[in-house]
Structure formats: C-alpha cells, structure tokens
C-alpha cells in the first residue's frame, strides 16, 4: 500500500488540505504506548531547547544598551551592528546547512550537533576576552556566530522532530501542539532573557556591568545542557524512518509540486521575521533613547523591554487555539492585521 508520505505526495496536486489531513490519519499506523511516550518526550525536550534560541535572540536586546554604557567609545554604531548580527547571520547559515543535512543525518544528530554549538559558542562569548576592547568584540562576533548556527539548525531540525512526534500522539491537535512547542518557547524567551538579565543585574549592580553580561551569556549555555541527554537518547519517529529519503533528494519534483506553497510559506515568515528579529535585537537600544534617565539606570529599560516581550505571550496562546478552530490561514491573517494596527 505505501506509507503516507507516498500516498500524500501522489495526491497533492489536486487534493485539498482537509482531504490530506484525512488521509494522514488514514494512513498513519497507530503507534504503541512506548511510541507515543518517546514522541511526547520528542515534543517536549523540542520546545525546552527553542526555549534557549529564543533566549539568545533576545539577550541583545539589553546587552546592546549595557555594552553603550559600558565601552562607551568602543562600542560604536558599527561595532553595535556587527555584534548583533553576528547571530543573525549565523541563523541564516545554521538554517540552511542544517535545514539540507537533518534529512540525510537524522533529527536527533542533527539537534545533538545544534546543542553542542550552543553551548560551545556560549562559553566562548562569556569568555570573551582581547589585548584590546576591540579584540573582545571581534571574539564576541565569532562567539555569538556559533551560537547562532545552533540555534539557526535548531528550527528546521527541533520543528521537524516535534510536528513529525506531534502526527504520531496526537494528529487531530497537531496545529496546536506545534504552536505551543515551538512558537510559544521561542516567544517566551525574550521575557526570559530581560528577566534573567534583571536579576543579574540585581544581584551584581550597575557598577560591575561586566560581570552581568558575562553571567547572562554564561546561563544561556545552562538551559540546552538540561535537555542534552535526552535529546542524545530520544528515538528516531516513525515518519522519519519510513518516509525520509537519505539520498537523491527530487528537489525539482518537490519544487514543481510546491513552489507556490514554498513562496508563500517563505513570504509569510520573511514578513514575520521582519519585524520580530529587529524588535528583539534592537527594541532596548530604542526604548533606552527615549525613556528618562536610561543611560544611569539599566532597570527601567529593561522593565520596559519586559513588558514589551511578555504583550507577545498571550498573542500565541490565541493563535494555538484559533489555529484549529478558523484554519492556519486566517489565523495568519489575524496576526498580520495585528502587525499593521
């Protein structure tokens, strides 16, 4: 008969999504009880760990506004550019090699490699040190680079594993569950971040801001070391083992089959990209401009920038439940009419 993959790529040139979700559920086998456990623990470790990427999204955010404060003749608007991007074009890259190479590897090589780079990366940014404050930023921008390969390979590889471990626990709530493991960490890391940051700076103070910026680069390493041993025992799904293609990838056959669909998906996230990766990496730097006295007190920009990440919170448990109740598209339109008021 085929697996569902092949019965799913046969009929999508004229079958319609609901038609396709019913045929998923048709011809997806219904999995043991250690097949949903090994899935549901896929799901959970997937969304502990973009949990992490989106902690390192933001920890710029206040980084950027303690670095002009800090180094303040160092620390220039080009120096500020390259060290915030330096995570941003690592994602880039991280995305597509890893994107390309997690079909061919496996899921759980590849998350396994994206934790490691993590890690690795941010030992060295909390270590980052030069015979110059200059040499100690360009250490940073090769620092936060790794870390942003991990976490660029870790969307496409963690996504991947928790929507393939989501169609085997619980096909009917896929959208949702999705949603809440993957959006929602990545959301609630900049609330994370801001908070770690301001009990840093609590406990440390304003007068050792070196040591605040070593120390939230440093627990940035803890939170993907918790989940490493899991990922490193989690089990291959059930849809990888039966419908990945390891080699000869039709690349032209999946673009003639999907190109509009690929635009559009690509579209909608360059649009969502557009605005959430500058309000993540440059936000404080624009609240430290106009809130009073943010150039001698750290505290109320970044209870600004709290508050400002956590107004996104409720937005994505919104979007988890009307995902399944109005459809993928209009609560994508529902979200983008948000970006425009």
């Known amino acids: 008969m085929g697996n569902a993959n092949d019965f799913i790529t046969v009929k999508d040139g004229t079958a319609t999504g609901e038609q396709r979700q019913r045929d998923l559920e048709m011809y997806t086998p219904k999995p043991s009880t250690a097949q949903r456990l090994a899935s549901t623990l896929s799901i959970v470790c997937a969304g502990a760990a973009l949990i992490s990427d989106g902690y390192q999204n933001s920890l710029m ?140 700076l609590s406990a440390a103070g304003q007068n050792h801001l070196s040591t605040v910026w070593r120390v939230c680069f440093g627990i940035g390493c803890v939170w993907p070391l918790t989940v490493f041993y899991f990922r490193y025992k989690m089990a291959t799904s059930y849809l990888y083992k039966k ?28 649009l969502y990209d557009f605005v959430t990766f500058p309000n993540g990496v440059f936000s404080g730097t624009i609240i430290a401009s106009i809130v009073p006295d943010s150039a001698t007190n750290l505290f109320k920009t970044a209870e600004w920038q709290l508050l400002l990440g956590a107004i996104a919170l409720p937005g994505v448990l919104i979007g988890a439940y009307l995902c399944a109740v109005i459809g993928r598209r209009a609560t994508m339109m529902v979200g983008f009419s948000g970006y425009l008021v």
């Open 61 to 200: 955010t206040m980084i950027n506004v303690l670095f002009g404060i800090e180094y303040k003749k160092q620390y220039t608007s080009t120096v500020s550019t390259r060290v915030s991007n330096a995570l941003l074009v690592g994602e880039i890259l991280g995305q597509v090699v890893i994107g390309l190479t997690c079909d061919y590897m496996g899921r759980k090589t590849a998350l396994v490699a994206t934790t490691i780079l993590i890690v690795v990366g941010g030992i060295l940014a909390t270590a980052a040190s030069g015979t110059t404050i200059d040499g100690m930023f360009w250490m940073l921008v090769v620092a936060r680079g790794i870390v942003g390969f991990g976490t660029g390979g870790e969307y496409p590889a963690s996504s991947t594993a928790a929507s393939e471990a989501a169609n085997e626990t619980a096909l009917a709530q896929r959208g949702p569950i999705f949603v809440m493991v993957t959006n929602l960490p990545l959301s609630f890391g900049g609330p994370f971040a801001i908070s770690v940051f301001l009990i840093v």
């Open 243 to 270: 419908g990945a293609i390891k080699k000869n990838v039709p690349y032209k056959l999946v673009l003639k089959y999907y190109w509009k669909s690929l635009i559009g998906t690509c579209g909608a996230w360059f």
